[in-house]
């Protein structure tokens, strides 16, 4: 069995667009009084009926680009002849192309820093649909935000300061709107007085949700600029200024 199909058989299996539908590869299915069996044919020709050139163009360069990128291919083309791998990228195409439909991740900008994050991962594989779609989410954020555990141990180093050496503004926006929120909601027991392992998991749970209104579009809390620390200037007294300080003393016990 070949375990890696060449790149000119990669591209003879992504035929152009107007030539042939990904659907078109797959067998259909022979209805049988099964209930299931009968779903299946339906969706089946659901899916050949919504599939639009658009789409066929779209998946067809995306798997172009990842063939080039990641030089293993597929991990489910490994035991397959070139022949059977060919097939199998047409299965692959209709189910990377239905979930992109589902995700609705198809913006040029999030492909591309998906792919950025592919070429920097370096594995020589090329990503299940939902690792790749997951990096296309991750690019609806700011760049350098930080995710949970990031997010987590920042807050510990800022929880173990001196409470005078706190600053809420040095803290980056999302770690400090998780929290706002959890101190909002009278919470912020709950972290320091947790076990690490609960404290942690508590932290991600309410960084996801500050993740994703970010990904929304949603504002955060704003951290209060630095309280001005005004320092007590000590001038030494004069003799004569002491001499008439105790005088007013003595009058004052008079």
């Given amino acids: 069995m070949n375990s890696k199909i060449n790149h000119a058989q990669f ?3 992504l035929q152009s667009p107007s030539q ?3 659907s078109s590869i797959v067998k259909p299915l022979e209805i049988s009084p ?3 069996a009968i779903a299946r044919e339906l969706e089946h020709k659901k899916e050949a009926a919504n599939e639009t050139p658009q789409d066929r163009e779209f998946i067809t360069k995306l798997f172009a680009r990842l063939n080039t990128v990641c030089t ?3 991990h489910n083309l490994k035991m397959l002849s070139a022949t059977e791998a060919q097939s199998q990228i047409k299965l692959n195409m209709r189910e ?3 979930e992109f439909k589902a995700s ?3 913006d040029p900008r999030l492909i591309d820093y998906a792919m950025a994050r592919v070429r920097a991962i370096g594995s020589p594989f090329v990503p299940t649909v939902g690792e790749f779609i997951a990096l296309c989410d991750e690019g609806r954020l700011p760049a350098g935000t930080k995710n949970e555990s990031d997010s987590y141990a920042e807050y510990l180093a800022y929880d173990r300061r001196p409470r005078e050496r706190r600053e809420p503004c040095e803290l980056s926006p999302e770690t400090y709107h998780t929290y706002s929120v959890i101190c909002e909601m009278g919470k912020n027991g709950h972290l320091r007085h947790s076990k690490e392992q609960d404290a942690e998991k508590y932290w991600h749970t309410m960084h996801a949700k500050t993740l994703e209104a ?3 579009g949603q504002p955060l809390k704003i951290a209060p600029t630095p309280v001005e620390k005004l320092e007590r200037i000590r001038i030494p007294a004069s003799r004569q200024t002491a ?3 105790l005088a007013s003393m003595r009058g004052a016990l008079a």
């Fill in 104 to 106: 609705k991740m198809d």
């Fill in 34 to 36: 099964n209930s299931l």
């Fill in 96 to 98: 990377w192309l239905d």
């Fill in 20 to 22: 042939t539908q990904i």
């Fill in 11 to 13: 591209l003879d299996a």
């Fill in 72 to 74: 293993a291919g597929f």
């Fill in 243 to 245: 001499l008439s300080a």
């Fill in 214 to 216: 970010m990904k929304n």
